[in-house]
């Protein structure tokens, strides 16, 4: 049962337009958002992350948003860049008991 | 200076046999972590240890056992490989874990099992 869904495996944008990456998540409880990103042969990397008494943060390029009511997290990367092409995947956790991850969004921003 | 490194980088081996996988971690972080990455991409938690004591044991086969020599190291021991544990192995690191407000994890690179 995966409580952190992402249900798009790919997304193509081109360079200097939006990405949006979106992240369902089915337990009310998830108190801590995360997004990660993650290059061939890499682990994944910290990206950027919000709490739930917030609906939005921003950090350079990168904004997450949080709509706690229909359970979904979306990440706005702007512009879009060639370097940004990677998997990003979401991830919640309460308590910071355990964190569940989604299986990921492949990025490619073509040039 | 890598910040967590994990060995080996690939694991090829027969069924039946016992192998083990190496992590350690430089940040001085308290938390440490065991993910297991299946062939659809979910990056699953096995284990968690704070500070060399086991917190977390997601429902995963006795033949998996961690062991957390010291805050900096936590190495994951298979017991009799079947076909099925063939996937990638993320080890992680974070500064405070349970019971912080906020808090991220720091990735190695993995490490791809196969088992033939």
């Known amino acids: 049962d995966q409580q952190v869904k992402q249900n798009s495996p790919s997304l193509s944008v081109q360079e200097g337009r939006i990405s949006i990456l979106n992240c369902d998540y089915t337990?009310?409880?998830?108190?801590?958002f995360l997004w990660y990103k993650k290059y061939p042969a890499e682990g994944p990397t910290f990206l950027i992350s919000i709490s739930s008494i917030k609906d939005k943060n921003e950090d350079g390029r990168f904004t997450v948003f949080l709509n706690k009511s229909a359970k979904h997290l979306s990440l706005h990367i702007v512009p879009s860049q060639p370097g940004d092409s990677a998997v990003y995947f979401c991830?919640?956790?309460?308590?910071?008991?355990?964190?569940?991850f989604g299986s990921g969004t492949k990025l490619n921003v073509k040039p | 200076d890598t910040a967590v490194s994990q060995t080996p980088k690939y694991l090829v081996t027969q069924m039946g046999n016992d192998k083990s996988i190496k992590c350690e971690q430089n940040?001085?972080?308290?938390?440490m972590y065991w993910y297991k990455q299946d062939s659809k991409k979910f990056l699953k938690i096995m284990f968690s240890y704070n500070n060399k004591e086991l917190i977390i044991n997601e429902t995963v086969p006795n033949r998996f056992s961690p062991k957390s020599p010291d805050k900096a190291h936590l190495n994951l021991h298979i017991n009799s490989l079947e076909l099925g544990d063939s996937a990638v192995y993320f080890c992680?690191?974070?500064?405070?874990?349970?019971?912080?407000?906020?808090?991220?994890?720091?990735f190695g690179p993995g490490t791809r099992l196969t088992v033939l």
């Open positions: 337990n009310s409880m998830f108190d801590y």
């Open positions: 992680a690191s974070s500064p405070r874990g349970r019971g912080s407000s906020t808090d991220t994890q720091y």
């Open positions: 940040l001085g972080h308290d938390t």
């Open positions: 991830a919640a956790s309460y308590n910071f008991n355990k964190f569940y």
